[in-house]
């Protein structure tokens, strides 16, 4: 039976063929190559005959790694083409869709960083790009709002910049992975405010709850920032209308970002999330990873901070130990 699902507006139509034999997405060997569900031999040869062409079509490409990405990216785009028998309607409605994507990016908002991000695809990229290192700290997704002018404070300054939320004493050291202290890592903080808007959001040339730090002759560093809460990616574009067709939550889990590097160092894109969190691994880009999951535990009111502030409320604290894995591995 053939199931139907339109989403208004984006025009998401699903309409998966039945096969006669082979489960939906099979495939079977024949002779030259694999035969897609509801293909016949001949038919097989003629797709697959267009597939040689487009490679072949590379063939005087001078750059072996552009090569290399082209085919395969040819061969890919291919078999998921004639594995769910895509229609022209449904052709029709992915470059509606891309171009849609296209027409909302701009300085400050990067559609097609959110699609890739709610794909997997950066999460994806991120692990292959960062092998497991003797301890060194896991990185994770970089996401759409950093920006590379965030104003420069000295240790235990507020990044805040008076952007609405629960204080929070953020503190760590920087260390190689044998643990010896690196003197001078420079340090990009970043995060949404309690309302779950970054500063660029606002104005785009705003800077607020975002800046950058240099750790001391031991490697720590502290500064004051705000604790991390929920917030939708943003969702009133085609990414956020591609989310709501297929019943997925925009909601990403509670984080603040940090960017961490340091001369003959792996540099570092990371966040971390409290524990506790309500979304937690339900995070619409995926990127949560155990060993990112910290506490944050909230002080009364009253309660002394680390730097001898004066606060009327709550504030949290949260210590996070960084380990830099070195360039190359």
């Known amino acids: 039976m053939t199931t139907e699902h339109t989403h208004p507006e ?29 293909v016949t031999p001949e038919q097989e040869v003629v797709e697959q005959a267009l597939v040689d062409t487009v490679i072949a079509s590379f063939d005087a490409c001078e750059d072996p790694r552009l090569k290399e990405l082209m085919v395969s990216l040819v061969r890919h785009l291919h078999s998921f083409i004639r594995e769910v028998r895509l229609t022209e309607e449904e052709w029709g409605t992915a470059i509606e869709f891309l171009t849609k994507a296209g027409h909302i990016t701009d300085d400050v908002r990067q559609e097609f960083i959110l699609l890739s991000d709610t794909l997997g695809a950066s999460m994806q990229t991120i692990n292959v790009n960062n092998v497991a290192y003797r301890g060194a700290t ?48 420079r340090i990009e903080v970043w995060e949404a405010d309690e309302d779950g808007l970054y500063d660029v959001q606002y104005d785009a040339g705003k800077r607020a709850a975002r800046a ?65 969190d309500p979304i937690g691994r339900k995070d619409t880009v995926f990127g949560v990873k155990d060993s990112l999951i910290k506490e944050f535990p909230q002080q009364p009111a009253g309660t002394p901070t680390p730097d001898g502030r004066a606060l009327d409320g709550t504030w949290s604290r949260v210590r996070f130990d960084i380990v830099l894995a070195p360039a190359g591995v």
């Not at 139509?13 to 897609?36: C, M």
């Not at 939708?232 to 603040?256: E, F, Q, Y």
């Open 138 to 185: 896991e990185a994770t997704v970089f996401g759409p709002f950093f920006v590379e002018d965030a104003p420069e404070i000295e240790l235990g300054d507020d990044m805040a910049f008076g952007a609405p939320g629960e204080p929070c004493w953020v503190e760590g050291t920087v260390t190689d992975t044998d643990g010896n202290p690196l003197s001078g890592a």
């Open 212 to 276: 950058h730090l240099f750790s001391d002759a031991e490697g720590g560093y502290r500064f004051w920032g705000l604790t991390p809460t929920p917030y939708p990616i943003p969702d009133d574009g085609p990414v956020g209308k591609m989310l709501d067709a297929v019943g997925r939550s925009p909601l990403r889990a509670s984080h603040l970002h940090f960017m961490v590097s340091h001369e003959g160092m792996r540099t570092l894109v990371t966040h971390i999330f409290p524990t506790g």
């Open 10 to 38: 984006t025009h998401l139509d699903v309409a998966p063929h039945e096969a006669e034999e082979l489960e939906p997405g099979s495939t079977s060997a024949g002779a030259h190559g694999p035969i897609y569900r509801d």
